[in-house]
Protein backbone atom coordinates (compact mmCIF):
# COMPACT_ATOMS: atom_id res chain seq x y z
CA UNK A 1 0.00 0.00 0.00
CA UNK A 2 1.56 3.47 -0.96
CA UNK A 3 0.04 6.68 0.63
CA UNK A 4 1.28 9.59 -0.50
CA UNK A 5 0.49 13.38 0.36
CA UNK A 6 1.40 15.77 -2.95
CA UNK A 7 1.40 18.82 -1.72
CA UNK A 8 1.02 22.45 -3.20
CA UNK A 9 2.08 25.07 -1.54
CA UNK A 10 1.44 28.58 -3.43
CA UNK A 11 -1.75 26.51 -2.48
CA UNK A 12 -1.96 25.22 0.53
CA UNK A 13 -3.48 22.50 -0.98
CA UNK A 14 -2.96 18.69 -0.56
CA UNK A 15 -3.84 16.01 -2.86
CA UNK A 16 -3.56 12.61 -2.13
CA UNK A 17 -2.21 9.53 -3.77
CA UNK A 18 -3.53 5.82 -3.02
CA UNK A 19 -2.14 2.43 -4.52
CA UNK A 20 -2.89 -0.89 -3.65
CA UNK A 21 -1.79 -4.29 -5.74
CA UNK A 22 -1.37 -2.10 -9.00
CA UNK A 23 -4.96 -0.36 -8.55
CA UNK A 24 -4.63 3.89 -7.78
CA UNK A 25 -6.87 5.91 -6.14
CA UNK A 26 -6.51 10.67 -6.41
CA UNK A 27 -8.61 12.65 -3.98
CA UNK A 28 -8.70 15.67 -4.64
CA UNK A 29 -6.07 16.51 -7.66
CA UNK A 30 -5.12 19.95 -8.87
CA UNK A 31 -6.01 20.98 -12.56
CA UNK A 32 -2.37 20.16 -13.84
CA UNK A 33 -2.97 16.39 -13.91
CA UNK A 34 -0.27 14.91 -15.60
CA UNK A 35 2.06 14.27 -12.29
CA UNK A 36 -0.93 11.68 -11.44
CA UNK A 37 -0.59 9.95 -14.64
CA UNK A 38 3.07 10.13 -14.42
CA UNK A 39 3.39 8.47 -11.34
CA UNK A 40 0.84 5.22 -11.81
CA UNK A 41 2.49 4.97 -14.80
CA UNK A 42 6.19 4.83 -13.17
CA UNK A 43 4.45 1.79 -10.62
CA UNK A 44 2.84 0.20 -13.64
CA UNK A 45 -0.61 1.03 -11.70
CA UNK A 46 -3.88 2.08 -13.42
CA UNK A 47 -5.85 5.04 -12.00
CA UNK A 48 -9.21 3.58 -10.76
CA UNK A 49 -10.91 6.19 -9.24
CA UNK A 50 -11.29 10.04 -8.31
CA UNK A 51 -12.34 10.78 -5.03
CA UNK A 52 -13.35 14.62 -4.52
CA UNK A 53 -13.92 15.55 -0.89
CA UNK A 54 -16.04 18.44 -2.19
CA UNK A 55 -16.76 21.29 -4.52
CA UNK A 56 -13.59 23.39 -4.56
CA UNK A 57 -13.45 27.01 -4.04
CA UNK A 58 -10.12 28.46 -3.61
CA UNK A 59 -8.73 25.68 -6.94
CA UNK A 60 -9.60 24.36 -9.89
CA UNK A 61 -9.77 20.41 -9.73
CA UNK A 62 -8.27 18.15 -12.32
CA UNK A 63 -11.27 15.55 -11.72
CA UNK A 64 -12.89 16.32 -15.64
CA UNK A 65 -9.46 16.08 -17.14
CA UNK A 66 -7.76 13.33 -15.38
CA UNK A 67 -11.05 11.45 -15.81
CA UNK A 68 -10.75 11.83 -19.41
CA UNK A 69 -7.17 10.69 -20.05
CA UNK A 70 -7.65 7.56 -17.69
CA UNK A 71 -11.29 6.49 -17.72
CA UNK A 72 -11.51 6.58 -14.12
CA UNK A 73 -14.59 6.88 -12.12
CA UNK A 74 -15.08 10.42 -10.19
CA UNK A 75 -16.87 10.08 -7.17
CA UNK A 76 -18.56 12.52 -5.11
CA UNK A 77 -20.68 11.94 -1.60
CA UNK A 78 -24.37 12.61 -1.01
CA UNK A 79 -26.56 15.34 -2.39
CA UNK A 80 -23.66 16.35 -5.26
CA UNK A 81 -25.23 17.22 -8.77
CA UNK A 82 -22.95 17.87 -11.71
CA UNK A 83 -22.93 18.54 -15.15
CA UNK A 84 -20.55 16.10 -15.90
CA UNK A 85 -20.21 12.12 -15.39
CA UNK A 86 -19.56 11.16 -12.02
CA UNK A 87 -20.84 8.83 -9.62
CA UNK A 88 -22.68 10.15 -6.65
CA UNK A 89 -22.17 7.63 -3.41
CA UNK A 90 -24.01 6.71 -0.54
CA UNK A 91 -22.61 7.28 3.37
CA UNK A 92 -21.17 4.37 4.30
CA UNK A 93 -20.64 3.11 0.78
CA UNK A 94 -17.12 0.80 0.49
CA UNK A 95 -14.57 1.03 -2.61
CA UNK A 96 -12.87 -1.62 -3.51
CA UNK A 97 -9.45 -0.60 -4.13
CA UNK A 98 -6.84 -3.58 -4.44
CA UNK A 99 -6.13 -5.06 -1.44
CA UNK A 100 -7.48 -2.12 0.45
CA UNK A 101 -10.91 -0.70 1.11
CA UNK A 102 -12.22 3.32 0.81
CA UNK A 103 -15.11 3.79 2.80
CA UNK A 104 -17.37 7.08 1.93
CA UNK A 105 -18.17 9.19 5.15
CA UNK A 106 -20.83 11.73 4.27
CA UNK A 107 -19.67 14.81 6.28
CA UNK A 108 -21.67 17.94 5.49
CA UNK A 109 -20.92 21.30 6.98
CA UNK A 110 -18.34 23.26 5.13
CA UNK A 111 -20.84 22.26 2.16
CA UNK A 112 -23.74 20.24 1.59
CA UNK A 113 -21.98 17.11 -0.14
CA UNK A 114 -18.77 17.41 1.86
CA UNK A 115 -17.41 13.85 1.98
CA UNK A 116 -14.83 11.66 3.86
CA UNK A 117 -12.85 8.84 2.94
CA UNK A 118 -11.84 6.28 5.33
CA UNK A 119 -8.97 4.11 4.25
CA UNK A 120 -9.48 0.66 5.47
CA UNK A 121 -5.98 -1.28 5.16
CA UNK A 122 -5.45 -4.98 4.01
CA UNK A 123 -6.19 -6.01 7.55
CA UNK A 124 -9.26 -4.37 7.91
CA UNK A 125 -7.85 -1.78 10.57
CA UNK A 126 -9.13 1.44 9.81
CA UNK A 127 -5.64 3.29 8.62
CA UNK A 128 -6.39 7.13 7.90
CA UNK A 129 -8.91 9.50 6.91
CA UNK A 130 -8.83 11.97 4.17
CA UNK A 131 -11.39 14.86 5.68
CA UNK A 132 -11.10 17.21 2.69
CA UNK A 133 -12.44 20.68 4.46
CA UNK A 134 -14.28 19.13 7.40
CA UNK A 135 -11.92 18.69 9.83
CA UNK A 136 -7.92 19.97 9.45
CA UNK A 137 -4.89 20.68 11.89
CA UNK A 138 -5.92 22.53 14.77
CA UNK A 139 -9.30 23.50 12.76
CA UNK A 140 -12.29 22.89 10.77
CA UNK A 141 -13.85 24.02 7.49
CA UNK A 142 -15.62 27.74 6.89
CA UNK A 143 -19.05 27.42 7.23
CA UNK A 144 -20.16 30.59 5.20
CA UNK A 145 -19.41 30.05 1.66
CA UNK A 146 -23.22 28.95 0.90
CA UNK A 147 -24.79 32.49 2.63
CA UNK A 148 -28.07 32.80 0.95
CA UNK A 149 -28.68 29.48 -0.06
CA UNK A 150 -27.65 27.84 3.45
CA UNK A 151 -26.77 29.96 6.28
CA UNK A 152 -23.54 29.75 7.88
CA UNK A 153 -25.07 28.70 11.09
CA UNK A 154 -27.31 25.84 9.62
CA UNK A 155 -24.02 24.41 7.85
CA UNK A 156 -22.09 24.68 11.40
CA UNK A 157 -25.04 22.75 13.20
CA UNK A 158 -24.11 20.09 9.98
CA UNK A 159 -20.68 20.28 11.15
CA UNK A 160 -21.34 19.54 14.57
CA UNK A 161 -22.74 16.05 13.74
CA UNK A 162 -19.98 15.21 11.34
CA UNK A 163 -17.28 15.74 13.56
CA UNK A 164 -18.74 13.48 15.70
CA UNK A 165 -18.49 10.74 12.96
CA UNK A 166 -14.89 11.74 12.50
CA UNK A 167 -13.83 11.40 16.21
CA UNK A 168 -15.78 8.50 16.90
CA UNK A 169 -12.88 6.67 14.77
CA UNK A 170 -9.66 5.33 16.96
CA UNK A 171 -7.43 7.67 18.38
CA UNK A 172 -4.19 6.19 15.97
CA UNK A 173 -6.18 6.85 12.52
CA UNK A 174 -4.11 9.60 10.93
CA UNK A 175 -5.98 12.50 9.27
CA UNK A 176 -5.32 13.77 6.38
CA UNK A 177 -7.20 17.36 5.26
CA UNK A 178 -6.91 19.15 2.21
CA UNK A 179 -5.45 22.20 3.44
CA UNK A 180 -2.44 23.81 5.38
CA UNK A 181 -1.41 27.04 6.66
CA UNK A 182 -1.80 30.03 4.71
CA UNK A 183 -4.88 28.82 3.25
CA UNK A 184 -8.10 30.60 3.42
CA UNK A 185 -11.02 27.12 3.89
CA UNK A 186 -9.99 27.85 7.47
CA UNK A 187 -9.60 30.41 10.03
CA UNK A 188 -6.59 29.57 12.03
CA UNK A 189 -5.06 25.80 10.16
CA UNK A 190 -2.70 24.65 12.33
CA UNK A 191 1.43 24.55 10.82
CA UNK A 192 1.39 20.48 10.53
CA UNK A 193 -0.10 18.56 7.10
CA UNK A 194 -1.47 15.68 8.83
CA UNK A 195 -2.45 14.68 12.19
CA UNK A 196 -4.19 11.92 14.06
CA UNK A 197 -7.95 11.92 15.54
CA UNK A 198 -6.41 11.61 18.89
CA UNK A 199 -4.23 14.46 18.55
CA UNK A 200 -6.55 16.83 17.28
CA UNK A 201 -9.45 15.29 19.85
CA UNK A 202 -6.94 17.22 22.36
CA UNK A 203 -5.61 20.08 20.58
CA UNK A 204 -8.30 21.51 18.01
CA UNK A 205 -10.36 24.10 19.59
CA UNK A 206 -13.44 22.37 17.39
CA UNK A 207 -13.59 19.41 18.89
CA UNK A 208 -13.74 20.37 22.75
CA UNK A 209 -16.69 19.02 24.75
CA UNK A 210 -19.34 22.05 24.11
CA UNK A 211 -23.03 23.00 23.19
CA UNK A 212 -23.98 22.28 19.88
CA UNK A 213 -24.75 26.04 20.24
CA UNK A 214 -21.32 26.97 21.35
CA UNK A 215 -19.65 25.35 18.45
CA UNK A 216 -21.77 27.16 15.97
CA UNK A 217 -20.53 30.32 17.80
CA UNK A 218 -17.31 29.18 18.00
CA UNK A 219 -16.96 28.37 13.93
CA UNK A 220 -18.78 31.05 12.83
CA UNK A 221 -17.23 34.04 14.47
CA UNK A 222 -14.14 35.92 13.12
CA UNK A 223 -14.64 34.38 9.42
CA UNK A 224 -12.18 36.48 7.23
CA UNK A 225 -14.69 37.17 4.02
CA UNK A 226 -14.26 34.90 1.03
CA UNK A 227 -11.97 36.05 -1.84
CA UNK A 228 -14.47 36.49 -4.93
CA UNK A 229 -13.22 34.00 -6.86
CA UNK A 230 -13.99 31.13 -4.15
CA UNK A 231 -17.55 30.84 -5.70
CA UNK A 232 -16.22 31.17 -9.49
CA UNK A 233 -13.75 27.98 -8.56
CA UNK A 234 -16.60 25.88 -6.73
CA UNK A 235 -18.91 26.92 -9.78
CA UNK A 236 -16.30 25.39 -12.38
CA UNK A 237 -15.63 22.71 -10.13
CA UNK A 238 -19.14 21.78 -10.47
CA UNK A 239 -20.36 22.69 -14.20
CA UNK A 240 -17.05 21.88 -15.64
CA UNK A 241 -14.17 23.66 -17.46
CA UNK A 242 -11.94 24.49 -20.24
CA UNK A 243 -9.36 21.74 -21.07
CA UNK A 244 -6.42 22.44 -19.42
CA UNK A 245 -3.80 21.43 -22.25
CA UNK A 246 -5.42 23.80 -24.26
CA UNK A 247 -5.15 26.55 -21.65
CA UNK A 248 -1.77 25.56 -21.24
CA UNK A 249 -0.92 26.03 -25.03
CA UNK A 250 -2.47 29.57 -25.40
CA UNK A 251 -0.98 30.89 -22.45
CA UNK A 252 2.66 29.62 -23.72
CA UNK A 253 2.36 31.90 -26.84
CA UNK A 254 5.25 33.70 -27.18
CA UNK A 255 4.58 37.29 -28.58
CA UNK A 256 6.92 39.99 -29.57
CA UNK A 257 6.56 43.40 -28.33
CA UNK A 258 3.87 44.58 -31.00
CA UNK A 259 1.58 41.62 -30.61
CA UNK A 260 1.96 42.02 -26.73
CA UNK A 261 1.04 45.69 -26.89
CA UNK A 262 -1.77 44.81 -28.92
CA UNK A 263 -3.30 42.07 -26.24
CA UNK A 264 -3.30 45.37 -24.19
CA UNK A 265 -4.77 47.73 -26.61
CA UNK A 266 -7.56 45.53 -28.16
CA UNK A 267 -7.89 42.89 -26.22
CA UNK A 268 -7.37 44.78 -22.62
CA UNK A 269 -5.60 42.79 -21.44
CA UNK A 270 -3.95 43.02 -17.99
CA UNK A 271 -0.43 42.35 -17.88
CA UNK A 272 1.07 39.94 -14.53
CA UNK A 273 4.48 40.97 -13.90
CA UNK A 274 5.91 37.27 -12.07
CA UNK A 275 9.30 38.49 -11.29
CA UNK A 276 10.06 38.44 -7.80
CA UNK A 277 9.88 41.81 -6.33
CA UNK A 278 13.11 42.57 -5.86
CA UNK A 279 13.78 42.99 -9.83
CA UNK A 280 10.01 43.96 -10.77
CA UNK A 281 11.03 47.18 -8.55
CA UNK A 282 13.78 48.11 -10.82
CA UNK A 283 11.97 48.40 -13.96
CA UNK A 284 8.99 46.98 -15.41
CA UNK A 285 6.44 47.81 -18.11
CA UNK A 286 3.59 50.28 -16.57
CA UNK A 287 0.88 49.26 -15.90
CA UNK A 288 2.02 46.01 -14.83
CA UNK A 289 0.81 44.12 -11.13
CA UNK A 290 3.39 42.13 -9.93
CA UNK A 291 2.55 38.45 -8.26
CA UNK A 292 5.77 37.17 -7.95
CA UNK A 293 6.47 33.04 -7.86
CA UNK A 294 7.75 33.09 -4.68
CA UNK A 295 4.47 33.61 -2.61
CA UNK A 296 0.71 32.48 -3.30
CA UNK A 297 1.34 34.18 -6.84
CA UNK A 298 -2.35 32.41 -8.06
CA UNK A 299 -3.79 33.22 -5.15
CA UNK A 300 -3.14 36.96 -4.86
CA UNK A 301 -3.71 37.16 -8.52
CA UNK A 302 -7.17 36.06 -8.58
CA UNK A 303 -8.12 38.23 -5.72
CA UNK A 304 -7.46 40.97 -7.37
CA UNK A 305 -8.15 40.31 -11.16
CA UNK A 306 -11.32 39.00 -12.62
CA UNK A 307 -10.49 35.32 -13.84
CA UNK A 308 -12.31 35.68 -17.53
CA UNK A 309 -9.91 38.70 -17.57
CA UNK A 310 -7.77 38.84 -20.24
CA UNK A 311 -3.88 38.34 -19.11
CA UNK A 312 -0.40 38.85 -20.45
CA UNK A 313 2.49 38.10 -18.96
CA UNK A 314 6.21 39.21 -18.28
CA UNK A 315 8.24 36.09 -16.91
CA UNK A 316 12.01 35.69 -15.83
CA UNK A 317 12.64 33.41 -18.86
CA UNK A 318 12.25 29.80 -18.13
CA UNK A 319 9.49 30.16 -15.57
CA UNK A 320 6.67 30.85 -18.20
CA UNK A 321 5.43 27.65 -17.72
CA UNK A 322 5.42 27.76 -13.90
CA UNK A 323 3.70 31.28 -14.69
CA UNK A 324 1.09 30.16 -17.02
CA UNK A 325 0.14 26.84 -14.88
CA UNK A 326 -0.15 28.33 -11.45
CA UNK A 327 -2.51 30.64 -13.26
CA UNK A 328 -4.66 28.31 -14.59
CA UNK A 329 -5.28 26.15 -10.96
CA UNK A 330 -7.41 29.15 -9.78
CA UNK A 331 -9.51 29.05 -12.70
CA UNK A 332 -7.57 31.32 -14.76
CA UNK A 333 -8.23 30.50 -18.55
CA UNK A 334 -7.81 33.91 -20.88
CA UNK A 335 -3.89 33.43 -20.90
CA UNK A 336 -2.91 35.01 -23.89
CA UNK A 337 0.74 34.85 -23.95
CA UNK A 338 3.91 36.10 -22.77
CA UNK A 339 6.39 38.47 -23.60
CA UNK A 340 9.18 37.12 -25.34
CA UNK A 341 12.55 37.47 -23.55
CA UNK A 342 11.04 39.19 -20.82
CA UNK A 343 11.63 42.39 -19.97
CA UNK A 344 14.70 42.84 -21.06
CA UNK A 345 13.17 42.54 -24.52
CA UNK A 346 10.92 45.61 -23.73
CA UNK A 347 14.47 47.61 -22.55
CA UNK A 348 16.29 46.58 -25.58
CA UNK A 349 13.37 47.92 -27.64
CA UNK A 350 13.90 51.52 -25.66
CA UNK A 351 10.40 51.46 -24.73
CA UNK A 352 9.12 53.06 -20.92
CA UNK A 353 9.41 51.42 -18.11
CA UNK A 354 8.34 52.22 -14.81
CA UNK A 355 9.84 51.82 -11.25
CA UNK A 356 9.12 51.39 -7.59
CA UNK A 357 11.23 53.06 -4.76
CA UNK A 358 11.40 50.45 -2.03
CA UNK A 359 12.80 51.88 1.39
CA UNK A 360 14.36 50.63 4.52
CA UNK A 361 12.79 50.11 8.06
CA UNK A 362 14.53 52.65 9.25
CA UNK A 363 13.44 55.16 6.41
CA UNK A 364 9.98 54.14 6.89
CA UNK A 365 10.50 55.55 10.70
CA UNK A 366 12.32 58.86 9.87
CA UNK A 367 9.75 59.43 6.96
CA UNK A 368 6.74 58.57 9.30
CA UNK A 369 8.46 60.46 12.28
CA UNK A 370 9.05 63.76 10.12
CA UNK A 371 6.54 63.87 7.51
CA UNK A 372 2.67 64.47 9.23
CA UNK A 373 1.47 64.05 5.49
CA UNK A 374 3.11 60.95 4.78
CA UNK A 375 -0.17 58.11 4.66
CA UNK A 376 1.51 55.33 6.56
CA UNK A 377 -0.44 52.50 4.64
CA UNK A 378 -0.91 49.06 6.09
CA UNK A 379 -2.33 45.92 3.42
CA UNK A 380 -1.88 43.05 6.17
CA UNK A 381 -5.13 41.36 6.94
CA UNK A 382 -7.86 42.76 9.35
CA UNK A 383 -6.55 40.63 11.90
CA UNK A 384 -2.76 41.23 11.37
CA UNK A 385 -3.85 44.79 11.39
CA UNK A 386 -6.20 44.63 14.65
CA UNK A 387 -3.44 42.44 16.87
CA UNK A 388 -0.25 45.42 16.31
CA UNK A 389 0.23 48.11 13.78
CA UNK A 390 1.88 51.41 13.62
CA UNK A 391 0.47 54.26 15.40
CA UNK A 392 -1.86 56.18 12.61
CA UNK A 393 -0.86 53.68 10.33
CA UNK A 394 -4.83 53.26 7.41
CA UNK A 395 -5.46 49.63 7.51
CA UNK A 396 -6.34 48.99 3.59
CA UNK A 397 -5.92 45.10 3.20
CA UNK A 398 -4.60 43.94 -0.03
CA UNK A 399 -7.60 42.59 -1.76
CA UNK A 400 -9.06 45.89 -1.18
CA UNK A 401 -7.13 48.16 -3.26
CA UNK A 402 -8.47 48.39 -6.08
CA UNK A 403 -11.80 49.38 -5.17
CA UNK A 404 -10.52 51.53 -2.18
CA UNK A 405 -7.64 53.27 -3.77
CA UNK A 406 -10.04 56.46 -4.15
CA UNK A 407 -9.63 56.95 -0.80
CA UNK A 408 -5.99 57.72 -0.63
CA UNK A 409 -4.53 60.87 -1.72
CA UNK A 410 -2.57 60.65 -4.80
CA UNK A 411 -0.57 63.68 -4.52
CA UNK A 412 0.47 62.70 -0.86
CA UNK A 413 3.53 59.88 0.09
CA UNK A 414 2.40 57.14 0.32
CA UNK A 415 4.53 54.56 2.96
CA UNK A 416 3.27 50.80 2.33
CA UNK A 417 3.10 47.72 4.34
CA UNK A 418 2.62 44.36 5.06
CA UNK A 419 4.08 41.76 7.40
CA UNK A 420 7.71 41.10 5.12
CA UNK A 421 7.28 42.50 2.28
CA UNK A 422 5.31 40.03 -0.38
CA UNK A 423 2.17 41.82 -0.64
CA UNK A 424 3.11 45.34 -0.24
CA UNK A 425 4.72 45.19 -3.71
CA UNK A 426 1.80 43.79 -4.89
CA UNK A 427 -0.02 46.74 -3.06
CA UNK A 428 2.34 49.25 -4.99
CA UNK A 429 2.16 48.09 -8.36
CA UNK A 430 -1.67 48.37 -7.90
CA UNK A 431 -1.02 51.64 -6.99
CA UNK A 432 1.16 52.51 -9.37
CA UNK A 433 -1.78 51.13 -12.21
CA UNK A 434 -3.99 53.72 -10.70
CA UNK A 435 -1.36 56.40 -10.95
CA UNK A 436 0.02 57.48 -7.92
CA UNK A 437 3.41 58.60 -8.53
CA UNK A 438 4.47 59.10 -4.94
CA UNK A 439 4.78 54.92 -3.40
CA UNK A 440 7.17 54.08 -1.31
CA UNK A 441 7.64 49.89 -0.57
CA UNK A 442 8.87 48.91 2.80
CA UNK A 443 11.61 46.27 2.85
CA UNK A 444 11.05 43.52 5.63
CA UNK A 445 7.29 44.74 6.05
CA UNK A 446 5.98 45.16 9.59
CA UNK A 447 8.94 42.40 10.88
CA UNK A 448 11.49 45.00 10.41
CA UNK A 449 9.61 47.75 11.08
CA UNK A 450 8.95 46.56 14.67
CA UNK A 451 12.46 46.81 15.58
CA UNK A 452 12.83 50.24 14.72
CA UNK A 453 11.83 53.36 17.31
CA UNK A 454 8.09 53.67 16.12
CA UNK A 455 5.09 53.82 18.13
CA UNK A 456 3.29 50.73 18.19
CA UNK A 457 -0.60 50.01 18.79
CA UNK A 458 -0.93 46.29 20.61
CA UNK A 459 -4.41 44.66 20.96
CA UNK A 460 -5.84 44.68 24.49
CA UNK A 461 -4.95 41.14 26.34
Given at each position: MIIEQMYTNCLAQAAYYIESNGEVAIIDPIRDYQIYIDKAKANGATIKYIFETHFHADFVSGHIDLAAKTGAKIIYGPSTTTNFEAYIGKDNEVFQLGATQIQLLHTPGHTPESSSFLLIDSNKQNHCVFTGDTLFVGDVGRPDLL???????????????????????EDNVIVYPAHGPGSACGKNI?????????????????????????????????????????????????????????????????????????????????????????????????GSLNFGLNGQYAIWAASIIDLHQAIVLVCKPGTEEESVQRLTRVGFDNIKGYLNGGIDTWKNAGEKIDMVISISSEEFALDSKHNAKAVLLDVRKPSEYENEHVLNATSMPLADIPNRASELDPKAEILVHCAGGYRSMVASSILKKHGFINVKNVWGGFAKIKEEEVNIVAASK
Open positions: DGVITKEELAGLMFHSLKKLTGLGKETFSTIGDQKKSNYALQPMTEAAFISAVTEGIAPAPAYFFKDAKLNKTGYLNYDKVLEQGLNALNIEQFKSMVANEKAIIIDSRLHDFFELGFIP
